[in-house]
């Protein structure tokens, strides 16, 4: 399984940040697809999950600016986080789950393939 991430690396202050992982050796919907960020100094920090039938789940944090979607045709799945600030400067990750949620979504170790991450930063 092969997860890639790409956007911008670069984003306005209030602007919406979009990104995309590409799967690979996976099927976007026979298994769980988190985003994750690891923000500088902080631990990594669980920003929302599409499940295998396209229920989505949020930080309770983040929840009110995060979407996330996917293109099973393409065998991708995207994230919106609308009104961006300096301080979502960050390293952006997508994962996949090795299958069934065994704890909650939020789990980290839920996730057994992730991709090589994408830097973005927002400019104030």
């Known amino acids: 399984v092969h997860l890639e991430e790409s956007g911008p690396t670069l984003v306005k202050s209030s602007h919406a940040l979009s990104l995309l992982c590409t799967v690979s050796?996976?099927?976007?919907?026979?298994?769980?697809y988190a985003w994750i960020r690891h923000l500088p100094g902080k631990g990594l920090e669980w920003i929302g999950t599409?499940?295998?039938?396209?229920?989505?789940y949020y930080s309770p944090d983040l929840k009110s600016r995060t979407s996330i979607s996917r293109d099973t045709s393409k065998n991708q799945f995207t994230l919106q986080l609308s009104s961006m600030t300096p301080e979502d400067t960050a390293m952006y990750y997508c994962?996949?789950?090795?299958?069934?949620?065994?704890?909650?979504?939020?789990?980290?170790?839920?996730?057994?393939?992730w991709g090589q991450g994408t830097q973005v930063t927002v400019s104030s």
């Open positions: 599409i499940d295998s039938s396209g229920n989505t």
């Open positions: 050796g996976g099927i976007v919907n026979s298994a769980y």
């Open positions: 994962a996949q789950s090795t299958g069934l949620i065994r704890t909650h979504v939020s789990n980290l170790s839920e996730y057994l393939y």
